[in-house]
């Protein structure tokens, strides 16, 4: 399988036919073909398709979707809600009772079956319903060129024009065609199997298709000179993914711009035919793995206790087939065959609330990862920041209000084709400009030097009354000062000396320390012979000034970091800025910092190193994509669940690194598919609504767990005892049978119930060793009452010999089924029940009607053909105080186990 591969989030259905079509060019032969016969054989053009024959190729080719987990028909959920361990067990269990002639016991195995299976199918199809619903929520664009047509045949430019002079559009990704002219630039997923028409500065990360982390430049047939034009020629020779001149979906654009048409979508592309084998190949969280380990123990537990059951009645009582249909029912009683249907019910009803809360989750796994994280990595803007950017000053080197600042900033950040970001947008909100400098019609683009988070700035190249050529770089204020040898001082250049460095320096920190980003502009006048224009061309710049932006903090930052330090979550910052700006906010919204490291110290460490500098640190800056991921990576080694906070490109390694991907549906593509958590709105708080939901879904998929393991740990002490020791059955099988089936139903309202506020405050682990401590400790309780209950009907009702042990047997079925239904309420909280803490009313109405139908089977029409008497009535006086006093051994037993061991769920 290849390494890293993702096939959900991006991609929203599978199963289309039409989608089998292809276009007549595989992606080999697009990359070997010259462009005008790639655009030929597609039937294109530069200028894209019109909106007609965009409709037809949909037609024909089927939308742009590649196969993934999608929710199959429902009769085959049907039938997959059956494909079960505990389900097969089960229908062996009923497979022999039938051939052994034991009917009746037959058809109630077969009864809870049906149920298990049928509870659990509507609890996935509701869920997977849901789910689709929530993901259709984040939808994922492209961008494209597409032929406006009038009535009359005529183009029309409908839109703003790209640089080719069509117009652009944004158009849902799975409404892309074959032909379809698509813009890429810093941060998009590559939305389909493309070949490039046109590229600058563009470096692909392929790691989803490759495992490859580093990324690879990527050039149109344009683009290459010499060496690697005679490489293109030899393209037959490379891989796929090492041809220079095509992209392919799945992968996504780590820095620069380009123009290219689709060749193939859908299924068709590379991305498409290698989803289609690992459809369902889900990896494992940690939670899954508890669960798993508590199945099999809880099966092995099955398969020794049954044999022995058998032995120890066959040979006490001499009935070897009674003995059998005995150990067939004790089987069938100590199997969970509710607990697939429980976890469900938890995780869909969990993501449908976390929906309403404004949190929509992808994976429904990742609620439970949610509810374990203790340690939250987050970028500073927009979240501990309003996200809205103001720029508020733009200064010369001596600090003074520059003009000339503001207005090569603009013009930069105007012509820029790249990701515009939240800097950008508030220098273009000076639209004034735009009007006073008359741009179209005294300046033009004439190239451009994308951004990159290694040299951390861009830059563009205008041309002025097509005469003079200037480069404009706007960028981080140290990397910019790196390229400058010159400065613009009153009027004047000059050279840039130590001096005029370290005042630009200082007042960087005065400005930083105010609480304002700040970035460096300079310009540098470049000749026609020089173009096309790279990051070469970045040298012996001129410094003009400086632009100093404020990102004011949000209002309820200060409050969501108090909310989520208290709820057991520590808050760490992971930003690209500076140290100084990190801080500033922080203090400003009450996150401690402990301490700060910059992305150039821990380059210097090792994995030993870094993992103790994680753990203590508080603000990460200046940090770049590749570290974020290596601080999570540390922060994972030292044992944390660790959850990642981000919607920018630089994000996207890290969303993919965390236990807990969380972005927002306004990120940019990348970080949108990254994630497995997405917040409609960017707000902490929001994000602890959601952490608060994924502990609530844990601890009802716990609570189940914990009161099947215990009860079935104890009715194993009660059967072996009164089977060696009774000279019948304590309870034929099919009473045992029916009494299972009573008290399975009584948990099917778990998912619905209440969680102590006490047990939601801290993050929560799976941890399988303390289930069998719980079992240890718990269990033997209701062995303790069943056994006062043996000796109460042989001694006080004389229920002591055969003809007399259907009373003995009709008393045990009542006392051990309201015992183990009462139980539900004692271990679901760690307070005392009723009192301090009360179950949901779905779940008190359960357990309620179970306890009432279990008291009336006795009394009813068929109670003769299940092998039962009626009871005395002072039986239910004593049956009273037994379960008063199982209750509170329980409590005082609780207690001790919560000094003892400081837990209890």
């Known amino acids: 399988m290849t390494a ?5 989030g991006l991609f929203a259905r599978s199963g289309n036919r039409k989608s089998n079509l292809t276009a007549g060019l595989s992606i080999d032969k697009a990359a070997a073909a010259p462009i005008d016969e790639v655009l030929t054989k597609l039937e ?27 929710p199959p028909h429902w009769s085959l959920q049907l039938l997959l809600a059956f494909k079960n361990t505990f389900i097969f067990l089960l229908a062996l269990l ?69 640089s080719n002079g069509h117009p652009r559009e944004e158009i849902v990704l799975q409404k892309l065609v074959p032909g379809d002219i698509v813009h890429l630039a810093a941060g998009d997923m590559i939305p389909a199997d493309v070949r490039l028409l046109a590229s600058k500065e563009l470096f692909i990360s392929q790691a989803a298709l490759t495992g490859e982390s580093l990324p690879v430049e990527k050039l149109s047939e344009a683009s290459l000179p010499g060496q690697a034009a005679g490489m293109m020629k030899k393209a037959g020779l490379l891989t796929l993914f090492e041809k220079p001149n095509i992209a392919l979906m799945g992968t996504n654009v780590v820095s620069g711009t380009a123009i290219a048409v689709v060749v193939a979508t859908g299924q068709n592309t590379q991305f498409g035919s290698i989803a289609l084998n690992v459809l369902g190949k889900r990896v494992l969280t940690n939670f899954d793995r508890g669960v798993n380990s508590v199945s099999w123990l809880l099966i092995r537990f099955v398969l020794v206790m049954a044999p022995l059951v058998f032995v120890i009645n066959g040979l006490s009582k001499g009935d070897w087939r009674e003995a059998f249909f005995f150990a067939v029912a004790v089987a069938v009683g100590l199997t969970p065959e509710m607990l697939p249907m429980i976890v469900t019910a938890n995780l869909a009803r969990g993501a449908v609330e976390m929906s309403r809360r404004k949190v929509i989750i992808k994976n429904l796994n990742a609620i439970q990862n949610l509810g374990a994280m203790d340690v939250l990595c987050t970028d500073k803007t ?9 720029l508020e000053k733009h200064l010369d080197i001596n600090g003074a209000t520059c003009d000339e600042v503001l207005l090569y900033g603009y013009l930069n950040s105007f012509y820029q084709t790249g990701l515009k970001n939240l800097l950008d947008i508030a220098v273009l909100e000076h639209a004034g400009l735009k009007h006073r400098l008359d741009l179209d019609k005294n300046y033009r683009q004439i190239d451009e030097i994308p951004f990159d988070f290694i040299r951390r700035r861009m830059s563009v190249v205008v041309e002025r009354g097509r005469t003079d050529r200037t480069l404009i770089c706007k960028g981080a204020v140290e990397e910019t000062l790196a390229i400058c040898s010159r400065a613009k001082l009153n009027g004047e250049t000059t050279a840039l000396s130590e001096t005029l460095r370290n005042r630009a320096k200082e007042m960087t920190r005065r400005l930083n320390e105010e609480g304002f980003r700040v970035i460096a502009v300079a310009i540098k006048s470049v000749e026609k012979e020089d173009y096309p224009y790279s990051v070469g061309n970045e040298t012996a710049m001129t410094l003009i000034g400086f632009f100093a932006f404020l990102d004011p903090p949000r209002d309820s930052a200060a409050e969501a970091i108090e909310t989520l330090n208290a709820r057991g979550v520590e808050v760490k910052v992971l930003t690209g800025d500076n140290e100084i700006v990190a801080q500033k906010i922080c203090r400003e919204v009450g996150l401690n910092v402990k301490a700060v490291a910059l992305g150039s110290d821990l380059e210097e460490q090792n994995d030993a190193e870094l993992e103790e500098t994680a753990v203590r640190t508080t603000v990460f800056a200046k940090l770049s994509p590749v570290q974020k991921s290596r601080v999570i990576q540390a922060l994972k080694r030292r044992g944390h669940t660790v959850g990642f906070l981000g919607d920018g490109i630089n994000d996207a390694p890290a969303l993919r690194e965390a236990d807990v991907g969380v972005s927002v549906d306004t990120a940019v593509d990348i970080a949108k598919e990254s994630a497995s958590v997405i917040l409609l709105e960017k707000s902490l708080l929001v994000l602890e609504r959601g952490i608060i939901t994924g502990r609530r879904t844990f601890a009802n998929t716990v609570k189940y767990i ?11 002490f009660s059967v072996l005892g009164a089977s060696a020791i009774l000279p019948f059955l304590p309870m034929i099988p099919l009473q045992l049978l029916v009494q299972n089936l009573l008290y399975d139903l009584s948990q099917t309202a778990i998912p619905f119930d209440r969680v102590d506020d006490e047990y939601l405050k801290m993050p929560r682990k799976w941890e399988v060793s303390d289930i069998g401590r719980f079992m240890l400790f718990i269990g033997p309780i209701s062995s303790i009452f069943d056994y006062t209950t043996f000796a109460l009907m042989w001694f006080v009702f004389s229920a002591n010999t055969e003809g007399r042990q259907s009373l003995f047997q009709t008393g045990w079925f009542i006392e051990g089924l309201l015992s183990q239904t009462l139980i539900v309420h004692m271990i679901r909280t760690e307070k005392i029940p009723f009192v301090q803490s009360t ?19 006795p009394f009813s029409p068929f109670a003769q053909d299940l092998g039962m008497e009626r009871l005395p009535p002072i039986y239910f006086a004593y049956l009273l105080a037994t379960l008063f006093a199982y209750c509170c051994l329980t409590q005082l037993v609780k207690v001790f186990y919560i000094r003892k061991f400081g837990k209890w769920l």
């Open 4 to 8: 890293g591969l993702r096939t959900t």
């Open 44 to 70: 294109t053009t530069p200028a894209g398709l019109s909106e007609r024959e965009a409709e037809l190729r949909l037609a024909r080719y089927g939308e742009n979707e590649i196969a993934h987990e999608k």
């Open 94 to 162: 009923a497979l022999v009772s039938y051939l052994t002639d034991d009917l009746r016991a037959a058809i109630v195995i077969s009864l809870m079956v049906l149920i298990s299976g049928l509870l659990r199918f509507g609890q996935e199809y509701r869920s997977k319903q849901a789910a689709e619903k929530l993901k259709a929520m984040v939808q994922m664009t492209a961008t494209v060129t597409r032929r406006r047509v009038s009535a009359g045949g005529f183009e029309t430019i409908g839109h703003p024009p790209a």
């Open 382 to 390: 927009g979240t501990l920041t309003m996200d809205k950017v103001v």
């Open 706 to 716: 914990k009161m099947g393991a215990s009860s079935n740990f104890g009715n194993v």
């Open 839 to 857: 179950a949901s009313l779905p779940l008190m109405l359960l357990t309620i009607s179970i306890m009432l139908v279990g008291m009336y089977v």
